[in-house]
């Protein structure tokens, strides 16, 4: 029987750079798609909410889906969690409630929910590592995301102990690419830097960042982040979640990023900072040495490179990315 992979969120960042490299990967590589047959099936919110549980179930019905990489959520950066705590706990706990429900209703082999490293606790030995999810309380910034993404790995355990589903949940950090969510005020630290610095380039006026600098995050190209996704889906044995993330050393600080983001739009004017504007979580510096174990030789991509080619997909398709910009 060949497989059904159903992607919600398929149309997302993350599920993208999935269609994009199951489009690319060799077939039956750890990273492609299971068999030439396999039917991979990327949904939009278009499809229909699956806030709803209606609207979730008629989904499954009609497609059968035998695994499932579940991504959809509502999702934003610091600045928009900070603006919406409770829409992005209950959006998510209702997503993710009624998505693992038509699962299980429909006998999936095996579904990939996607967390977040925000779900860690606030005050932590560092690095952190899988085991920490539940220790404590997480950053109050985005304690609504959090909450309700750490309650995936609770569903994951009480739905194998109670009906024996093999339900996992993977851990990415930070993630950037193609297809990202570009919005100036709304997105995340990379899309919305890009997005402000082309500006400033076309305008001829200062390039703001918002806080201090000097947050620490560990950023993974939505392309690496693809491949381990397939790879789990297809290897990872586990219901505990793994951390999908580049090593410790790799992190970087704000400043970092905002200096790697001039280079690569060459921009030339005044950078400035604006640090009435909240740095949210120091750091949630994450060890990957569990990956590390599955998969000792896997390559990630080079933060410069994989940067480039973000702006360059942004410049391309400005016209139809999301900038939360009104286009004529
Ligand atoms: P994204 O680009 O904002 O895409 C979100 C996807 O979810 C879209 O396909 C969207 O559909 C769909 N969606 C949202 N609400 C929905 C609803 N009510 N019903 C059906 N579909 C809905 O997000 P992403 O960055 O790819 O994130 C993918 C996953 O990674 C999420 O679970 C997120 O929490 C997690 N994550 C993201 C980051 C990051 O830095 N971006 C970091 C860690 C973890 P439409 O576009 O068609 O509306
Ligand atoms: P987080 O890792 O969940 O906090 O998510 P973000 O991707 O939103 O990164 C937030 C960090 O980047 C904070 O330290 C912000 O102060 C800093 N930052 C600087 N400029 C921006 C910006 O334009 N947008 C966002 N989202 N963050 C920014």
Redesign the pocket.
């Known amino acids: 029987m060949p497989a059904t992979i159903l992607v919600t969120g398929g149309t997302g960042l993350v599920g993208k750079a999935i269609e994009w490299t199951v489009e690319h990967e060799a077939v039956g590589s750890q990273f492609g798609k299971f068999a030439d047959d396999d039917q991979w099936i990327y949904l939009s919110s278009k499809d229909g909410d699956l806030r709803d549980l209606k609207q979730t179930m008629a989904i499954f019905d009609k497609y059968k889906p035998t695994h499932v990489i579940h991504l959809a959520a509502l999702v ?6 900070m603006k919406y705590k409770l829409t992005f706990l209950r959006d998510n706990c209702l997503i993710n409630d009624n998505v693992m429900w038509a699962a299980k209703e429909h006998g999936v082999e095996k579904m990939i929910s996607c967390l ?3 779900v860690f606790p606030d005050k932590v030995s560092y690095p952190i590592d899988e085991s920490h999810v539940h220790l404590g309380p997480p ?1 109050h ?2 304690f609504g995301y959090a909450h309700g993404k750490r309650l995936v790995d609770v569903y994951n355990h009480a739905y194998n102990e109670e009906f024996g589903c093999n339900f996992t949940s993977a851990i990415p950090t ?1 993630i950037f690419g193609p297809h990202d969510n570009y919005d ?7 899309p ?2 890009v997005h ?1 610095c082309l500006l400033a380039k076309k305008n001829g006026t200062p390039f ?8 620490l ?1 560990q950023f993974i190209y939505s392309r690496d982040l693809a491949k381990l996704f397939i790879w789990q889906l297809k290897e990872y044995p586990e219901i505990d979640p793994i951390i999908l993330s580049v090593g410790e050393k790799d992190e970087i600080t ?1 400043k970092q ?2 200096e790697a983001i001039v280079k690569a739009v060459e921009f030339q004017g005044e950078v400035t900072w ?1 640090t009435s ?5 120091y750091k ?1 510096t994450a060890s990957n040495e569990k990956l590390r174990k599955y998969l000792p030789d896997f390559e990630f991509t080079p933060f410069d490179k994989a940067l480039q080619e973000s702006v360059e997909w942004f410049v391309q398709n400005y016209d139809n990315a999301r900038t939360g910009v009104k286009k004529q």
Do not use: M, W, Y
């Open positions: 934003g950066g610091l600045f928009k969690n977040s490293t925000c950053h910034s985005n930070n100036l005020e709304d997105s995340h630290v990379i919305g830097l402000k703001t960042v918002a806080g201090s600098g000097t947050p995050r704000i990023v905002a604006d504007k909240a740095d949210g979580q949630k």
